[in-house]
């Protein structure tokens, strides 16, 4: 059965810096593109980061370029979002998603995670 688990959510102070990790199984996910989306109180889930199946290629939305970062490690079937320099507005339910186009629309994913709780405060 197809799964994703999210965790490394939490909060923290403005400027300080998270890691969220994202488990996939099974091992096949390593085929698939993988993205990571968040969504706040009251508004759509938007994208925030994305890589090809390879690692090749990442692409960020343009207001998160440079604080945050995608990675992926195949040989453990994990993707991770490095998030620095965090602000009030990072605050949001972060999810891990899967697919077998990579891309920063939400239909070309098709797994989901339960999402992860990231919270800063001022």
């Known amino acids: 059965q197809v799964h994703l688990v999210e965790s490394g959510g939490g909060l923290v102070q403005v400027g300080g810096s998270l890691r969220l990790s994202c488990a996939a199984s099974?091992?096949?996910?390593?085929?698939?593109?993988r993205g990571w989306f968040r969504q706040a109180p009251g508004k759509e889930r938007e994208f925030v980061a994305g890589m090809t199946w390879s690692g090749g290629s990442t692409y960020y939305a343009d207001s998160l370029k440079g604080r945050f970062t995608i990675s992926r490690d195949n040989a453990k079937n994990t993707v991770y979002l490095q998030m620095n320099s965090l602000k009030p507005e990072d605050t949001a339910v972060y999810y891990c998603a899967a697919g077998i186009r990579g891309s920063s629309s939400i239909a070309d994913y098709n797994y989901w995670g339960q999402g992860t709780q990231v919270t800063v405060s001022s």
């Open positions: 099974p091992r096949t996910f390593s085929s698939y593109a």
